[in-house]
């Protein structure tokens, strides 16, 4: 169920990333309603699921799907190009977050 909270917390930091990018350097009011609810019930969560997970595993999944998330979102929402390196880097990123996982024996 932690793992799930994570994931949860990862969904709502990319929404607050991609509507801090709407806001338009914070001039937009709804999507900065977005990036402050977002954030903080994002960080509420990580802070539910560390009681019972490792913070090592935690925060490179956190990282690495934030990383894709937003990269994603950028090129839907945004209309922002993806080079094929670029490409590499998220596969490159997502691979470590596997080892770094399996390294560390998550299984909760």
């Known amino acids: 169920m932690a793992w799930v909270i994570v994931l949860v917390a990862i969904g709502l930091e990319v929404m607050a990333s991609l509507c801090l990018k709407a806001a ?6 709804l999507p900065i309603v977005g990036v402050i609810v977002g954030y903080l019930a994002s960080f509420a969560l990580l802070s539910v699921a560390l009681k019972t997970l490792d913070l ?5 999944v956190w990282a690495a799907l934030g990383i894709t998330g937003a990269t994603i979102g950028g090129v839907v929402f945004f ?7 670029s490409v590499v880097g998220v596969v490159v990123l997502i691979v470590g977050v596997g080892l ?3 390294g560390q024996g998550t299984t909760q």
């Open 24 to 29: 338009e350097g914070l001039t937009r009011p």
């Open 56 to 60: 090592g595993p935690v925060y490179a």
């Open 79 to 85: 209309g922002e190009r993806l080079s094929a390196v």
């Open 100 to 102: 770094v996982a399996v």
